[in-house]
């Protein structure tokens, strides 16, 4: 699909749901737009997010068959919410120059894998789906950002580390799903 053809001042894509096929390269969004939403078609092809527009805030690529690598260290600083859930993305992820406005990221259900950084994730992350992928090693999850209310790491087999979600009254502060991982969680009070 050539996003060429889109009128310059166009603001926002919307053609989830549609069973579209294709390739697209997202270079050629218009400027202006600073929405995205292409979810639940048949894309396929590689996802190249360097190029997206300077004031992007919300881009869902979910639920196509999307493959390749993802490179998140070059996103725009506007960048709110990702989604890229239920591709076939694989190869390891950085996640130490996400956009520090990003509220949300959804990259579970991939082939995602590797060892992860969280250590320097933005403040502003109030959700975080890493689940079934095939993250791995020893994970420092002491520096998660203190507004995280949902944090998902589910079915990363060999992922692993120590989780603490106890605040200084000793309650829960976040939601979470760790099964299917060697991750050892400590919540609520002692």
């Not at 506007?78 to 956009?99: Q, W």
């Not at 589910?154 to 580390?161: E, H, M, P, R, T």
């Amino acid at each position: 699909m050539n996003l060429q053809w889109l009128p310059s001042s166009l603001e926002a894509v919307f053609i989830w749901g549609n069973e579209l096929e294709g390739t697209l390269d997202f270079e050629y969004l218009p400027a202006a737009v600073f929405e995205c939403d292409i979810n639940r078609n048949e894309f396929e092809g590689s996802v190249n997010l360097t190029n997206l527009p300077p004031n992007h805030e919300y881009f869902d690529a979910s639920e196509n068959t999307f493959s390749g690598t993802l490179n998140l260290t070059c996103l725009p600083d506007t960048l709110k919410m990702i989604y890229l859930m239920s591709c076939d993305f694989s190869g390891s992820v950085d996640f130490t120059r996400l956009p520090r406005a990003l509220k949300e990221l959804y990259l579970s259900d991939n082939s995602l894998s590797g060892k992860i950084d969280l250590a320097r994730l933005p403040d502003s992350l109030v959700k975080l789906h890493l689940g079934v992928n095939n993250f791995c090693g020893e994970t420092d999850f002491s520096r998660l950002p203190n507004g995280l209310r949902l944090l998902n790491i589910g079915k990363n087999v060999d992922l692993a580390g120590t989780l603490v979600l106890r605040d200084e009254l000793g309650y829960t502060y976040c939601m979470y799903s760790a099964e299917g991982t060697k991750v050892v969680v400590i919540e609520g009070q002692e």
